[in-house]
Each structure stands twice: as C-alpha cells, then as structure tokens.
C-alpha cells in the first residue's frame, strides 16, 4: 500500500506521541524503514504493515495510505483506447 503523505503520519505520530522505534515495533519493520516513510524516501508498505500502523495511530488505513491499486492517467488512457466498441456478445452474434 502506498503512503498518502508522510505530513500525516508524522503530525499522527506526534499527537499520539509515538516514536519512529515504537512504531516500528508495533508494525513489524525495521526502525529505519519507518524513519524513511516519515521522511518521505519510502512510501510503499505492506497490508499488513499498513493495518498495523494505523492501529497503533489510532487512525484509519484509508487515512494513511491508498487501499486500491495505483493506477496512472496513461494507463486509464490505454485502456480508453484499446476499449472494444461493443460487448462481446455483440460481436459473436454478427459474425455468425
């Protein structure tokens, strides 16, 4: 999952007054990993790190991180374009 700001998890971590090390510990990553989503040099975790943090901060994972699968402008333009013009059904019916 990915971080959606790392502002909002250090003004969390703060306001709960937890350390990077505690979260750390609550979350299952090593000290460092969570010191670089502060700082915002990392920004993907894993679901289970996700949930874990939020937990321990009190706070919703949908808050922290993006729940859904990334997806880019290009790739919803791809997508747009290679589009079939009619359902499936459609298509095998004219054909016969």
Known sequence: MRLRS????VALMDQWEISTR???????????????????R???????AAY???LALHTTVELLFYTGPPVSR????????????APLDEKESEAS
């Not at 990392?42 to 289970?48: D, L």
């Open 74 to 85: 290009v790739a919803l333009i791809r997508a747009t374009i290679t589009m079939p013009s």
């Open 6 to 9: 790392a502002a909002t998890l």
């Open 52 to 54: 874990r943090i939020a």
């Open 42 to 48: 990392r920004t993907n975790v894993s679901a289970v």
């Open 22 to 40: 505690a979260l750390a510990e609550a979350s299952g990553m090593h000290h460092s990993a969570v010191d670089h989503l502060r700082a915002g």
